[in-house]
């Protein structure tokens, strides 16, 4: 794994005396989870993930939120599902698969809070540094030079970089040695923990954290073949939904055709059996016209 950090080491609790009195404004957006729940018909996410994921309501400088983000992607997944059932080669997706996925896009950033919640009460310091628009290039410089940065850029206090450095040394990882890009991938596996800690089932907890396959990503316990199943339907749509993010500046006046090459091309070369099944996904999305469609109807992501 591309960071330090024992799988069967059982995580500390910060001491007590040492946290971080929770910041409970987020809270204000649960309602607005509550209509994406009612509105594409997931599956039910018990209060602590809902309360979690409400944190991801927090807007960059841009205006811009994850949750925001989540709620483009559970749309275009919904989309993508229904626009697929309408051909032979995808109508075996059962309607108990369909809600597993849509859910999962649902709740797929929500490691973008942290590590679980037993050792990191406060989702708010790491949802204002996943907020922190650095400079291209700065996924290579070292997690404790970018914690500075951001300081510096206004995204984060110094009580809040404390924070962040406690609880990743409590979830058994080494800030210090850590690169940017390394965090940043993390998030995937923080959401297969949350989710699991949360009370969600195994089957949401593994699609929602498989959303990142073709980085490498994965929870310790599980194979890519575990994930594909689920993951695959998720990790086109989310770079997708990515680049029509208004700070999205390398791919904000490409061409509905040209965002949708750059994200089917790599998956081309992924090595088998992913590739095969991404690509046989997305080349039925593609030439059935399905895909494009669902980029058209989604021109910038929710704030």
Known sequence: MPF????????????????????????????????????????HLPPPIVERLAALGIQNAQGESHLGHSETLTAMTDELIE?????????????????????????????????PMSIN????????????????????????????????MGGITTEERNYIEKVLRAYGLAPDRMYLRTFYNLHSLFTYDILREGGTTEDIAAAASGHHLKR???PDSYSFGDLAETGRYIEPLDELAAMVRKNNLRTRNLSTRDRIQAVYLPFETLPKPISSAYCGTLNVAIASGVLPDIVERHPSQKS
Request: proline share 8%.
């Open 121 to 152: 009460p406060d989702p708010i310091p790491f949802v204002k540094f996943y907020n922190v628009d650095f400079p291209n290039g700065a996924q290579k410089m070292m997690l404790r030079t970018a914690l500075h940065l951001a300081i510096q």
């Open 4 to 43: 330090d950090r024992n799988p069967n080491r059982v995580p500390d609790k910060i001491d007590r005396d040492e946290e971080r009195e929770p910041d409970q404004s987020h809270l204000v957006h649960v309602p607005r989870i509550y209509c994406t729940i009612q509105n594409h018909g997931l599956l």
């Open 83 to 115: 626009g697929l059932g309408r051909f032979s080669s995808l109508r075996r997706i059962q309607s108990g698969t369909r809600d597993l996925i849509v859910t999962a896009a649902a709740v797929h950033d929500i490691g973008k809070t942290g590590p």
């Open 216 to 218: 490498g990503v994965k």
